[in-house]
């Protein structure tokens, strides 16, 4: 279980950690779930998961590993390497806007941003412009969840993505 400051705790197993993230197996009724990215400074203490711990044990692969794609480093690796690996992904900028996700994926990474192209409502990929994202301000991102993982069926292959005009 980690346990954040102020926000939601998570409950799974960690497989990866750097200086500035860490990796979650993200444990959903006892069943491994995708994983989460968290920011370190955010992580308030660890605890053993309370629930299903027999039935997450008694899956193949034991213990979890974080993929080997997957870097750490910092948000910008986050974000890169995870969007190459999954074809949805879900973040969160806790602090500026609590309870808020964006789902969709990186479409490009500027000093600053993350301009990520974000499904719509209806499950369909925007093909218009990006929503542009502070990166101090991502807290965590999702991969490979049950629900990601559905989203990305409904909503096929990205489309090429068409710059906003100034």
């Known amino acids: 279980m980690v346990r954040r400051k102020g926000w939601e705790d998570h ?8 200086e500035q993230w860490c990796a979650l197996q993200n444990v959903d009724v006892g069943l ?6 968290l920011r370190v400074r955010d992580v308030r203490r660890l605890d053993e998961p309370t629930s299903h711990p027999r039935v997450a044990r008694s899956l193949a692969p034991w213990p979890p590993r974080l993929p080997h794609l997957i870097d750490l480093h910092d948000v910008r690796s986050v974000l890169f390497t995870a969007g190459a690996l999954a074809p949805v992904l879900a973040g969160s900028a806790e602090k500026a806007t609590p309870g808020v996700f964006w789902v969709g994926n990186v479409h490009r990474i500027t000093h600053r941003h993350a301009e990520v192209q974000d499904l719509k409502p209806s499950g369909r990929w925007r093909r ?3 929503k542009h994202y502070p990166l101090a301000d991502i807290t965590r991102v999702h991969l490979g969840t049950a629900y990601l993982e559905a989203v990305a069926s409904v909503a096929g292959p990205r489309p090429e993505v068409a710059p906003r005009s100034a």
């Open 11 to 18: 409950e799974g197993y960690v497989v990866g950690v750097s």
């Open 32 to 37: 491994p779930d995708g994983l989460v990215l």
């Open 128 to 130: 218009r412009g990006w």
